[in-house]
């Protein structure tokens, strides 16, 4: 069994930056790939990004350049640095471990003036 638990989430002005963070419990953390995923109100859950293993990085069209993934696992941790951010990088935001069934609960990044 893994717990997600994210945080770091918050309030911020376009062209800011936030971090999140996605912290797992139980040994197996380390043995997923980790993905990012966003669901803004009205819309499907999409994918945001994801980090192998091996932290080979992957990124979806709209946050390439801005966003970066990155994970440590001695930490069982997964993070998301997000620069540039715009408004329509609004969403709740989750982690996921990619192939495997588990979700955090997401935490909020609102992106407004």
């Known amino acids: 069994q893994v717990q997600l638990v994210e945080s770091g989430g918050g309030l911020v002005q376009p062209g800011g930056s936030l971090r999140l963070s996605c912290t797992g419990s139980g040994s197996i953390f380390r043995m997923y790939t980790m993905g990012w995923y966003r669901q803004a109100p009205g819309n499907q859950r999409e994918w945001v990004a994801r980090?192998?293993?091996?932290?080979?990085?992957y990124y979806a069209d709209s946050v390439s350049g801005r966003f970066t993934i990155s994970r440590d696992n001695a930490e069982n941790t997964v993070y998301l640095q997000m620069d540039s951010l715009k408004p329509e990088d609004t969403a709740v935001y989750y982690c996921h471990t990619e192939g495997g069934p588990y979700w955090g609960q997401g935490t909020q990044v609102t992106v407004s003036s």
């Open positions: 980090v192998s293993v091996r932290s080979m990085t």
